[in-house]
Structures are given as C-alpha cells and as structure tokens.
C-alpha cells in the first residue's frame, strides 16, 4: 500500500468516483479512465502496477482491450476484471488472456480491497515478472510427445543466453512462434519483437529495410534500429538477398553498422534470431546461402519439428485451435468426433501446424453440424490425398488387424513417397526406416519405383 499505482477503467462515473475514493484512502495512487482510448494512453504514459478493467464498455468492451495488451505482450501489471453481469464463459476467457482475478458488482469493499492487495502482493513475489510468464505460458507449444518437450526444453535454455538461434523446420511447423516464445522468456521480453520477411520485399533492398537509409543525420529507421533492445526475427533466412547477408555478417561481428547514405555506424542492441528450411545446406552448397552467416546465425541452433513426427498430439491440438479460433475470433463451437480426429491423425500434414489451424478455422467457419463429421473431414483433405484411396479408410475397422495394418502401411508409404518426390533415401530419412529395409518393405506393399525417378535422394 507504498503508494502503488492503480488504474480503474470503467465507463460508469459513480463507480469509477467510488474505486477512486476507497483506494486513495487505503494509500494507493489512483488514476481513472473512462473507456478503452483513456486506458491505452494512462498506462502507456505512467504503467500501473494494477488495472481494475470493466468488462462492459461502449467503445471497446474489456475482454478485447486485455486481448489487445496480451498479445502485444503487455501484461506487466495484474489485472482484475469487473462485471455486473458476467458469465462463467467470460471468466474463463478473461483468465486465459491473463486475468489475475474476477470481482463482480455490486462491489463489496471487503473483497475490492482484498482482491487487490492479493494481486499486489503476488506481483511483489514475482519481482514483476508475473506477466511475463503469463504471456510465455500462452505462446509456449502445446503438446505432450517427447518431441515437444524437447523444442520448449531447448527454448527454455537458449532463452537464458543472449546468442543468436536458427531455428530450422518446415514452412507453418511453427518457427516464428517458436521464436516468439524465447523472447517471452529472455531478458529482452519487455523489448520488441520486429519479424522480417524477406521474401514479402517489393523494390526495396533488403539493406535498406535492415540498416535504415537517409542523408546524413535525417535517416529512416530500418530493421535493426526497430529491435533495438529486443529481437530481430528473419523468417527464412535463405530469402535474404546476397548484399544484405553481408550486412548482416558484418553486424554480428562487429556489433556496429550504419544506414545507407548515414554518416555514423550505429551500435547494435538487438538479439537476432531466424528461421531455415531443413534443406538450407543446399542453399549453401549452391552459393545462395553465405556459410559464414549460418554459422554465426546458427551458434543455437533448434530444431523445430514438422506435425507428422508428432502425430499422437493432433487430437489435443485440434481441440486447442477450437478453443482458441472460438476465443479470438468468435467462430461457432463444434466438437469433433472422434472418426474425425482418428482420421486426421492419420494423415501426413504437408503444410504442418499452419494446414491444422486453418483446417480447424474452415469447420468452424463453414459446418452447420455441432459434430465435425469424418465426411466433412474426407472432403476437405480430397484434393491434397491420393486419388484412389484415403490414408485411413473408415471400413478399415472391419478388417482383421494383419490386413488393415498392411492398407495402412501401403497408403502411408504411397503418399509418404509423393511427399519425397519419389526419392527413396528422402523417404528413408521421413519415415526413419534404414534404405535396404524400406526397399523390402516397398516390394512387399507392391509399390512400385518409377524408373524415371532419382532414387539416390
């Protein structure tokens, strides 16, 4: 009660008078808003060490102004939610956006104060670090498989270092939130996150866009001066043109650079992290890619892996992107039954975590049912699955065990080749099998090597 700011936001005058008046005489510094525009600009100009946020407003309602300071990683400072009419739903929204607490009106003064200095005294025993874990707990990746706890064990140490990391996996496996979730963690967490994409650069030279440009001390900020204090995230690193890989080189050797046409180097206080395929020693090989940028890019490297080596999580994966799609963007909830998830689990996921939630946004979206049928899900895999047969058929249940593993076995392999361009020792690497194996396997299945293809991988 040292004088600790509070901020009350609440479009009701009587009730932000009345917090205003019991709060001051308990010894805190209290400021009010009346809407969500007095809120953004009071605590972006003196941060509070508490918000009491109303649910209910005219202009925007509570829910998405927390939203708002969640996801721009915002929520150094408790907040408690007040509602006259609240629900159990909006609760629980509330609390997975980072609410510490819930208080209902008519507002008791006993459990106002309470509330409060339980809030206070939880973000005291946290040395101010509550919202950040709030925030990391949120972007960390879900799953239980070992695959996953490896990535966020990795993430976890790599965030108590202050070195670059590349993190190498497939396009949509989940890279930049994987990048996301270090920052949460590290020191730079209250700092920007800036994240680049090279191959989105129009006219402009991926130089410019990194170092800034101008004439003389009137210069445009580029990239690096944006980040400054926090991170830099290049988002396929092989993107990135040949001039401004040797920018880069010579920033993270030198720690210092200058903007096109500036007078002065500037000194560089941002952590770099980036993004590769797993084929970018090709890139390299071919000259595209400097090997000296990867290896000073790459000093922590991670592998995040694609969703088809840990399929066993898909079920609780789909069930977190309805939760969520239902959360962000008020999409009708449907459940999936359990053909449905079976079926998906089932299937190789070329376009990883990104194919999943836009597959889960497109049954909330479009399906009328309550159920996400396994009709509904045939359909919208048909045009990326084999023409004559699924991966997973449904009558495979009337099969005995031996036959129905081996039509498993044949569909798999089949689009597990497709997806390998026909070569077997790509395959061999996909589905972890030794090459004199799975040439037996392939014979055994009847599926044929087209003489054409290059079989060496």
Known sequence: MSGERILVVDDEA?????????LDDEGYAVEVAGNAAEARNKRAARPPDLVLLDIWMPDTDGITLLREWSEEGDLDAPVVMLSGHGTVDTAMEATRLGAADFLEKPLSLAKLLQTVEQALAKRRATDG????ALIAERLEPFGRSPLVDTLREQIRRAAQRDAPVLFVGEPGSGRESAARYLHAL?????????????????????????AGEGRGTDIKPGLLAQAQGGVL???????????????LVGVLESGRYRPTGGERDVRLDARLLASARPDYSRAVEAGRLRRDLVDLVGVLPIKVPALRDYVEDVPELLRYYVDLLVDQEHLRYRRMSFAAQN????????????????????????????EVTLAEVE???????????PLVKQ????????????????AYLEQQLKLAEGKVGKLAERVGME????????????????AGDDQSG
């Open 435 to 450: 090459r004199t194996h799975l040439y037996r396997k392939l014979r055994s299945l009847g599926i044929e090597l087209h």
């Open 233 to 247: 995230f290049i988002n396929e690193l092989e993107d990135l043109d040949v001039d401004a890989q040797r920018l």
């Open 186 to 210: 590290s020191e730079r967490a209250k700092a920007p996150f800036v994240s680049f994409v090279p191959a989105a650069l129009g006219t402009t030279t991926g130089v410019e866009t990194l």
């Open 14 to 22: 009587d009730i932000r008078t009345l917090v205003h008046d019991i």
């Open 395 to 410: 009558d495979l249940l009337s099969l005995p065990l031996r036959e129905a593993r081996e039509h498993f076995e044949r």
């Open 129 to 132: 670090k509550a919202g950040r």
């Open 379 to 389: 359909a919208a895999l048909a045009p990326a699955a084999d023409d004559e047969q």
């Open 343 to 370: 079926r998906l689990r089932n299937y190789p996921w070329p376009g990883n975590l990104r194919e999943l939630r836009n597959l889960v946004r497109r049954f909330l979206t479009l399906g009328t049912g309550p």
